[in-house]
């Protein structure tokens, strides 16, 4: 059994104007599922709704809890790619689960994203890792502690 | 560097009617890979543009021989999923390389599709797994030779 | 009150293979009209789920009975467009009603279709075009009797 | 010829994130036109692109120059919602042209937009009104001068 995690992030925004209240939506994961033939064999619990620029140690030590006491033994997160290195930094030592952060450049409801390419890659890559913290992100896997986003080229590298 | 071979199949078809002469289109993969970001380390090579019901013994030489020649050992095969069992089996015997196929059951072309979730997770298949044939379809990794299309259900199980 | 018939062909198109038992689905403008903030002020019935191809005398003598029998005045008829200028034609002394027939080259299915355009390019039509029979295609009104379709260029054109 | 000018709002927006530099983009209506089989008959022109909420007295009478300037009778223009209806105010008085605008909830660049509907809408209502100056939106047609934004229901509506 797959567990996901939800904290939000680029995949889950929806579009949002001046005069909007909300600006991540409801996790569209279990849809994008669906449409690839998986209906069964997951839970999915919404930890947080936030941009990860805005995430803190607070959030970051609910995270680690929810992967700790949660009974299945392969994790997917999807989180914002801004603070998901400091995320899987703060889970590295986590070291009997299999632990996949994976995230979006584009949300998830735009025509053009690579959120359904980066879930159906971070769900290979959970089955087939063994135990340990990486981040799944642009047709790459890289380990926990050595892996930062970069900005102006808009994708992951190793350090 | 990634090989990637097309031979047609539901990913590829463009939408045909009494009037069409073409059933099958340019693969969209590389349009989805750049949608993904990933714009780099492959190459693409078209070699069959088939309904894999219409394929033959002749069509599977081809095929392998593609394989066996071509320098690289990570190689995805995208393929129509009638036939793709059959195909794997053809190319089990060959040890050296990671060999993947996939397919989708919606077209590319569809607003709703499992094609890219289907991609993105046979590209973590072919950079985690050992040599070896495998089908990856539905979210699961199959061994060629064990594994057979379920027609009813629309989905690959083991045999 | 707007009211739609719906009669198959490409618009409501599915995917099918040689495996497939239907190859025109439920039709997609109740979806296609909510996205667009419309929900209210129409109902909407199937008639014919054929391409139209296939439409016959006995099909056309339907249609025409649903559009005279019903209380509506602007009527919207989605159709196959191969034979869409016949129907037009045999609707055409129906004098007292304001009736558009719209379709579309690419299945509202695809990722790129001219249905939604068509569909919103036909309800202005349906609401500013007076009583009489008319065909909405490629961002053209035609009246029936004096239309076309020109299947080497894949568009609409007067005779 | 239709004239089109674009001056911003959702209809063009990108996903844009506390990094980002560009919210509004170019504009997809020359894309949304030809997949929907329309590729000659029109120019365009972008003349700003700004949220509608910071358009000011200055950038309403650049809007009103452009179209009284141009040599077309048929006009075309994308804009903000949020003050959609001013500008149409500020437009009012020219009387010798058919002047629509029009655009979106939700941006033409997501999954799902009224973005397509409305320029399709958009299309056959500058076809079909006589000269004046008009917005049409969620399927209907608004004179200048009677018509306003209902922000809480996401709708326009007579005044």
Known sequence: MIQIFT???T????????????????SLVPE?????????GYR???????????????????VREAVTSCDSHQIL???????????????????HKTIVLTGAMQPARMRR?????????AWAAL????AGVYIAMNGEVFEAGAVRKNLKAQRFERT
Request: proline share 1%; net charge negative; no cysteine.
């Open 7 to 9: 904290t939000g992030g």
């Open 11 to 26: 995949i889950d925004k929806v579009y949002f104007d001046a005069n909007s209240e909300f600006e991540i939506g409801e």
């Open 32 to 40: 994008l599922l669906a449409e690839s033939n998986i209906h069964t």
């Open 44 to 62: 999915l619990q919404g930890l947080l709704r936030k941009d990860s620029l805005e995430m803190n140690d607070k959030d970051r030590v609910l």
């Open 77 to 95: 997160i999807t989180h914002g790619t801004d603070t998901m290195a400091e995320t899987a930094q703060a889970l590295a030592s986590l070291r």
């Open 113 to 121: 994203s690579d959120s359904v390419f980066n879930i159906g890659f």
């Open 127 to 130: 089955q087939l890792l063994p």
